[in-house]
Every structure is written in structure tokens, then in C-alpha cells.
């Protein structure tokens, strides 16, 4: 069993405090277990190098660092920033966007010297929809600038940062932004500037980013490197440093297209473009497993194969469990963990680069049914509809038992169903902590999503259309309305909803309870992944390092994150489905999972509004469509419980006195009328009460 020479005690203790925090339903989010290097249906399997499995240190052997590079001088701050640089954007014409992301030995070194490997990465041909900008400007002064709460600044006219999204016309348009303040990071001379999109960016699609007139705390104004300012007067084209040279005619792009929206070259401090992902990068592999996977299955989808049926009679509204498993097709192959005794999973790649079948695997499914589902002895049972639960944070499909799910089962007429999330259920963690250490490893949580998503996917249309008719729902008179086929999910189940429903056939409605996404953002923010930091920085000590490895990680992580499917709900929806809809119910105030990451879904005009009135304190978040009740459709209701909102703009999870009011929207009967309403006709209702009781913002 191979073991890093430094920092196990920590890891260990991390690990320890994970297993407390995980479990249950509740969590803010995340987990690992899945390693790999992979490739995009346009990318030969040669290109992506072999396994990730990360980590190549024995005993106490020390790795001797491979020579860094490339790196953009324009940010000699550090070797990856500014990030997303395009210097990581080399052509290629096999792609759909025209270039491949390749950091080369770019990527950052742990404790022990081994370098982070890049080949899983050039799977992408393009960064993310939820990059953020990363770039380093010591001691920076962050007054007047866009924040969390705040986005308007990012939209003026003399905003010292600017941001353009590139339409299909070419023409620019400008984009939003807010500024995050890494307080993690004690030193301000070295503290990361963090900007992140206000929006989701749209796949394929180039944007400029521009800084000018940004100063320190002392007043002083930011020279530009020596590499941008040759660029800028454009010496860098007959320059010594060739690799320079030849990014000329790129930055004169860039420099005319900011001309010609008034912003002068020699008014800029660092400006850079780089291109968004495509659809087939970053959804390419998931839509062909689900094709592939129900060539295999029918159209009926796999079989169940109940192993028990157990009557509850503990005082509950749940009346019986039926629990069992069924059979999927795999995508996955077995290999060792780092660190550790055990094996993980990552994608079996065919000769085309796409994830081929590799036997099935077995998955295990859990059914709720409520006492008003089981008729006495000779009368006929009422109908219920059939919704699929997703569970929390690293927990399992045992979650579908809670007894609030028996009270809206029991009281409006449903069936609940569940599985686990492979990739991040309880049998993922000690996946996560093989990782930590050398995050080369972190393509086994971006692969083994991919099959976790693909089993919802098939679960749900297997028990759309074979549960009805299963002997042991039939012999005990049970009636089931497949029509009523919905989805609903609380805490991570809510997060990865949005995914699952727009990556399922068969689920046009979605509740996501307690929800978020982009979890590169969500990490920062929550107080269920104080130990994750602990265990990354055991690996990777210093602060910049963790924030890039945060940024590039979701460059893969995207292929399964909300963040990238928020769009193929309603306004893109994948090939022969949709539109979707889903009811997002936040709470106020929320320790686990930022409330504001669905903020941005409503500046991106993708038919997911703010419902008013939003928020006593921040009626209406600035740039965000909203919408008035009662509204046909897609919506975001804010639940608010008395919790403050914590202090906007600062990287790290919230501090308050309050309880935590993670858990109250799915105990709350107003609540669960809404999402009830919803799901059965599309349609959201105001169920605010006027004299303030908790439960949504009072009218």
C-alpha cells in the first residue's frame, strides 16, 4: 500500500471528521471516488494519456518536479494564472470549438513534489461555464468593485474590471461578475484575486476579460508585466521569447475588439480571451451512455429484482418498502487506489474515446410506499404518482425513509423511489481521501458521476413504465399512475436534480430542495467541507494552489455538475426531450449550500426567474429576471426562516448564531404544498402567509 511520506495524521483526522458529517440527508455536497483520464467523442483515446490514478510516491520517495511550463508570462504571479489563460487553448481542428485544453506540466505540485497530471483534461475543448477568473494582484484594493450581493458595478461603464461575452455576430456584449475576497488566505500579498461569473456562460462561446485602473491598498496603480506591456505595444511579435511572438496576432484581436467598445489598449493592466467548452465536450460522453444504455436495457429500461418486502408499522405514514436491485450497463473499469487498500472506478474507454460497455454492474434501489397507497382487504387503491428522491450529501438511497417524505407520501398520494449516487454516496468516501493528497486522482469522481447519473436515468424509466405492473405492487392491490412521474431532491439531491432531470427521458418536472450548483463555488461556502480543505491542504499548503486546483478540477467536474445542465432544462434541452421544469427552494441564510449560486441562474435568461417578493432585505438581486405568482414554469422560491444572509463576497463557509436552516423547508407543510402544486401542474403558487409565518418570504 503505497503512502505519501508527509501529512497522513491530518488526512486521517480529516477522514474521521467526514465520517461524521456525512451521512444523513443533509450536507452542503461533494465526495470522490473515481479515477481516470478520458477523452471527448472527438478526442482519440491516445490523447488523453494513461490513468490518472494518481501518485506515484513509495515510502519515503520524493518525486523531483517535472519542468513547469507552459506558463503565461502575461501574470507572472503564478505559473497557471491568469486563469483561464489561452495559452492552454492549443488548436485543434478535430474539435468543435477549433482548440484542445492542454496544460501540459502547467498544473500545480503537492507536498511531495508530484506534479498534478494534465492528460484528463484535454477530454475539454474549452474551460467550463462556471470558470472563474483567477489572477494575481498583490495587496489589491477591493472597494468600488462588483461583490455577491452587488452585481451592477460589473455592468458600468467605468468598471475597472470588464468582462464581454462574444455573440454570433461578433459583436461583444458586456458580462456580469461579482469579486470574492479569499480571506483563507492570511496574507494579502499573496491572496488571489477571485472573479467569478454573475452568469452562466454559454458553452462554445469566447469571452475577453480586461483590468484597468486597479490599484493596491496603498493607492498605488498596477503596472502591467513586462510580457503584456510588449504585447500591448506589440514588440513581443519580433521579441526573443517566440512563444510570445506568436500570441501576438491573438492580443491584437483582442485589443481591437476592446477598441472598438471605447476601452483603450493603453489603459489596460491585463486583458486576455479564452473559449468556452462545447456541448460535446462537456455532455458528449453522458448522452452517449444514455443511448447506449438503453439499446441495451429496451425501452422499458432494466429489470427490478426485489430481494425484500417489509411492512412498516412503526407509527409512520410509510406502509411498506420493497428494496432490491437492478442491473445496469457499465461504463467503468477497476483500478487501485493511491494510498489506500481498494480499488475505484473510472470510464472503460473504447477505440472511438467514449465510454464503452464494459459487463453490468448491479445497483440497488429502494421503494416507499404510504398507508393512504394500501387498500383494505377487497376495495380498489387510490392512484399515486411516482417521484424519485435524491439523497444528501455522501449518503445513500436508505435516505428515502425519512418520515417527513412519509407525510407528503402518505398526504398527497406519491410513491418515493431511490438509489445511490455513485460517484458521491457514503460508498464514495474513502474514494475522496485517495484524492486529496495528489488530486491527479480527481478524475475518479468526474468519471464515476457519469455512471451514478446514467443509473438515475435508467431507475427512473424503469420505474415509470415496469413498477405499476410488478407482481408485488399488483398482489396487494396498489394502484400507481405512471403519468405522475417527478423528481425531487434535497441538499445534494438537489444540486445533481437539475442534471438528472434534464438528463432523464421520463422526468419533465423537478423539485430541487435546498439547492446549488458549481461546486468549485459550493466547496468554499460550506461548512460540510472544513475537513475537505484540511485533507487538500495537507497536499497542497499554499492557498493559490488550492484555488487552482478548485478552478480546474470543475473543467472535468462540469460534465456531470448542474452548473453545465441548468441551460438543457428549459432553454436548450437535449436532443429529444424537454423543455423541463424545475422548482428551486433555497433557504435563507443556508450554512451548507450558497444560496447566491441560484442567483446566477436567474441573470442567464434561461427561463429560470426569481420569484417576488424574493427577500425582505435584497428584494430583488440585481440583474436577475423575476417573475410574480402565480407563474407557469420554471422558478426560484427563497424560504425564509429568520436566518440572516452571511457576509457577501468572502470566500470561506458563513459564520452565524442562528440555526442552521438547511433542514426546515422540506418539514415545512407550505413548502411541501408548493412543490406538490408544482409537480402536479407545472404551476408555482404563493403560499406566503401574510402574517409572517416562516416558511417564505412574507408578503
Known amino acids: 500500500m503505497r503512502r505519501p511520506p508527509r501529512s497522513l495524521s491530518i488526512l486521517a483526522a480529516a477522514a474521521a471528521l ?5 451521512g444523513d440527508d443533509g450536507g452542503g455536497d461533494i465526495v470522490a471516488d473515481t479515477d481516470a483520464t478520458v477523452a471527448t467523442d472527438t478526442v482519440s483515446p491516445g490523447d488523453t494519456g494513461g490513468d490518472a490514478t494518481g501518485g506515484d510516491t513509495e515510502g519515503g520517495d520524493t518525486v523531483t518536479p517535472a519542468t513547469e511550463g507552459p506558463c503565461d508570462p502575461i501574470d507572472p504571479s503564478q505559473c497557471l494564472l491568469p486563469y483561464p489563460s489561452n495559452v492552454y487553448l492549443v488548436p485543434d481542428t478535430a474539435r468543435t470549438t477549433g482548440v484542445t485544453l492542454d496544460f501540459g506540466d502547467a498544473l500545480p505540485t503537492n507536498v511531495d513534489g508530484k506534479r498534478m497530471e494534465s492528460a484528463a483534461y484535454r477530454r475539454m475543448d474549452g474551460y467550463g461555464v462556471g470558470t472563474p477568473v483567477l489572477v494575481g494582484f498583490p495587496n489589491v484594493d477591493l472597494d468600488g468593485l462588483a461583490t455577491e450581493f452587488h452585481t451592477d458595478p460589473s455592468l458600468a461603464e467605468d468598471a475597472k474590471i470588464l468582462w ?103 489603459t489596460l493592466q491585463l486583458a486576455w480571451d479564452f473559449t468556452t467548452a462545447s456541448c460535446d465536450a462537456l455532455h458528449g460522453p453522458m448522452q452517449h451512455m444514455i443511448a447506449d444504455a438503453f439499446a441495451t436495457t429496451g425501452d422499458d429500461g432494466p429489470e427490478l429484482h426485489v430481494d425484500a418486502v417489509e411492512e412498516i408499522d412503526d407509527g409512520s405514514d410509510w406502509g411498506l418498502e420493497i428494496r432490491g436491485t437492478f442491473d445496469v450497463p457499465s461504463y467503468m473499469r477497476e483500478v487501485p487506489m493511491t494510498f489506500q487498500d481498494g480499488t475505484v472506478f473510472v470510464f472503460n474507454l473504447g477505440a472511438d474515446g467514449l ?34 428522491y435524491g439523497h444528501g450529501q455522501n449518503g445513500s438511497g436508505t435516505q428515502v425513509r425519512g418520515g417527513w417524505l412519509g407525510r407528503i407520501a402518505n398526504n398527497h398520494q406519491y410513491v418515493f423511489y431511490s438509489t445511490d449516487m455513485w460517484g458521491m454516496s457514503e460508498d464514495d468516501v474513502l474514494g475522496l481521501f485517495d484524492v486529496l493528497l495528489d488530486m491527479s486522482g480527481f478524475p475518479r469522481l468526474a468519471d464515476r458521476m457519469h455512471q451514478g447519473i446514467l443509473n438515475h436515468v435508467l431507475l427512473a424509466r424503469t420505474m415509470t413504465r415496469r413498477l405499476a405492473t410488478l407482481p408485488e405492487i399488483t398482489s396487494r392491490g396498489i394502484v400507481l399512475d405512471p403519468a405522475r412521474s417527478y423528481y425531487t431532491g434535497i441538499s445534494q439531491g438537489g444540486i445533481y ?48 494552489k488550492q484555488l487552482a486546483l478548485l478552478a480546474t478540477i470543475m473543467q472535468i467536474w462540469e460534465q ?77 422560491v427563497l424560504y425564509d426562516f429568520g436566518n440572516p444572509w452571511p457576509d457577501e463576497s468572502v470566500n470561506q463557509p458563513p459564520t452565524s448564531d442562528f440555526a442552521d436552516p438547511h433542514e426546515l423547508p ?23 402567509s401574510d402574517d409572517g409565518t416562516p416558511g417564505c418570504t412574507p408578503n
Open 18 to 22: 467526514l465520517a461524521t458529517a456525512c
Open 164 to 266: 464581454y461575452e462574444e455573440q454570433p455576430d461578433g459583436s461583444l456584449e458586456r458580462f456580469p461578475y461579482f469579486v470574492d475576497k479569499d480571506v483563507s488566505d492570511s496574507d494579502p500579498a499573496t491572496r488571489v484575486l477571485i472573479v467569478r461569473p454573475g452568469a452562466l456562460m454559454k458553452e462554445a462561446t469566447r469571452y475577453i476579460v480586461a483590468f484597468r485602473g486597479m490599484k493596491d491598498t496603498a493607492g498605488t496603480t498596477y503596472a502591467p508585466s513586462a510580457a503584456f506591456a510588449a504585447l500591448v505595444d506589440g514588440s513581443a511579435a519580433t521579441g526573443s521569447d517566440a512563444a510570445l511572438a506568436v500570441r501576438q496576432p491573438r492580443f491584437d484581436a483582442v485589443f481591437a475588439d476592446l477598441a472598438g467598445e471605447g476601452v483603450d489598449k493603453s
Open 355 to 388: 465510454p464503452a460497455q464494459n459487463g453490468t454492474a448491479t445497483a440497488p434501489f429502494w421503494l416507499r410506499i404510504p398507508k393512504s397507497a394500501i387498500p383494505a382487504s377487497g376495495e380498489t387503491g387510490v392512484a399515486h404518482g411516482i417521484a424519485m
Open 497 to 544: 436534480g437539475a442534471t438528472v432531470v434534464a438528463a432523464s427521458p421520463d422526468l419533465q418536472r423537478g423539485h430541487l430542495g435546498v439547492p446549488g450548483n458549481n461546486y468549485g463555488f459550493l466547496l468554499t461556502r460550506s461548512r460540510n467541507f472544513d475537513v475537505f480543505f484540511l485533507g487538500i491542504a495537507a497536499g497542497y499548503p499554499e492557498r493559490w
Open 560 to 636: 456531470t455538475d448542474p452548473v453545465s445542465y441548468l441551460r438543457h432544462l428549459h432553454a436548450d434541452p437535449f436532443p429529444g426531450q424537454g423543455p423541463n421544469e424545475v422548482l428551486l427552494a433555497p433557504a435563507k441564510g443556508d450554512v451548507q449550500v450558497a444560496v447566491t449560486s441560484n442567483e446566477w441562474i436567474a441573470r442567464s435568461d434561461i427561463g429560470i426567474p426569481i420569484m417576488t417578493p424574493y427577500d425582505t432585505v435584497r428584494t430583488s438581486p440585481s440583474g436577475t429576471e423575476t417573475a410574480t405568482y402565480p407563474r407557469t414554469g420554471s422558478g426560484i
Open 666 to 688: 422540506r418539514r415545512n407543510d407550505l413548502h411541501n404544498a408548493q412543490l406538490i402544486h408544482f409537480l402536479e401542474t407545472g404551476e408555482i403558487i404563493d403560499v406566503c
